[in-house]
């Protein structure tokens, strides 16, 4: 069993940047894609990026590509997401999940294919 856990949320000017971390207060991420989610009040959980239980392969959403970048550090047991050029519209909680047994699985977009999640970070981009 995996437990996310995420972290480096808060409150920007739109066109700056955050830092957001996830790390496993259990388990392990290897072997495991990983992705961010995010959900803005009223709206679905949508997705936002994903990288590779290898770390090779990402995909993004089209509304974060050219200024989202994801990475995964398997040393420290981390998955990182730089946000950049924030604009109003990314404002959400941000939800950091595993997709275990990844080797065999492709890098999923949808929420009901991720294993483990952790319980968000609050991100708000002001005008």
């Known amino acids: 069993q995996v437990q996310p856990v995420e972290s480096g949320g808060g409150l920007v000017q739109a066109g700056g940047s955050l830092r957001l971390s996830c790390a496993a207060s259990?388990?392990?991420?290897?072997?495991?894609?990983m992705g961010w989610f995010r959900q803005a009040p009223g709206t679905e959980r949508e997705f936002v990026v994903a990288?590779?239980?290898?770390?090779?392969?990402?995909k993004y959403a089209d509304a974060v590509e050219g200024r989202f970048s994801i990475s995964r550090d398997s040393a420290k047991n981390t998955v990182s997401l730089q946000m950049n050029s924030l604009k109003p519209e990314d404002t959400a909680v941000y939800y950091c999940?595993?997709?275990?047994?990844?080797?065999?699985?492709?890098?999923?977009?949808?929420?009901?294919?991720?294993?483990?999640w952790g319980q968000g970070t609050q991100v708000t981009v002001s005008s």
């Open positions: 999940a595993a997709q275990v047994n990844a080797a065999d699985r492709y890098i999923a977009t949808a929420p009901v294919n991720y294993d483990y």
């Open positions: 259990k388990g392990t991420f290897r072997g495991s894609n």
């Open positions: 990288i590779s239980w290898n770390g090779r392969y990402t």
